[in-house]
């Protein structure tokens, strides 16, 4: 089990007040991380691939095409209020 001098050494590096409260709350918590850990070592990995990413995915970003957008008349047509060329919109600033 960790004790509370390892939970005070890890608060102090992190630079946070620690309640006794929260040492044996904290202990406990960093024991049971260990024995995970310590759990996991006993796995058999040695035919196991490693891997940068879960998915592996190739490249799922698609590739940079220039394309014309709408036409600006077209997307001021569905505007409640414009002005010439723009959007007219409610005073929001006085």
């Keep these: 089990m960790v004790d509370k001098k390892v939970v005070e050494y890890v608060g102090n590096l992190a630079k946070i007040a620690i309640n006794e409260e929260e040492k044996l709350a904290f ?15 006993e796995l058999d990995t040695a ?11 190739e490249d799922a970003v698609r590739q940079d095409e220039a394309f014309l957008s709408k036409d600006s008349e077209d997307i001021l047509s569905n505007a409640p209020s414009r002005e010439g060329d723009f959007f007219r919109i409610p005073k929001v600033i006085d």
């Design 27 to 41: 202990s406990e918590q960093l024991s049971k991380i260990i024995a995970y850990i310590d759990k996991l070592k």
């Design 47 to 57: 035919n196991v691939e490693p891997m940068r990413e879960v998915n592996q995915l």
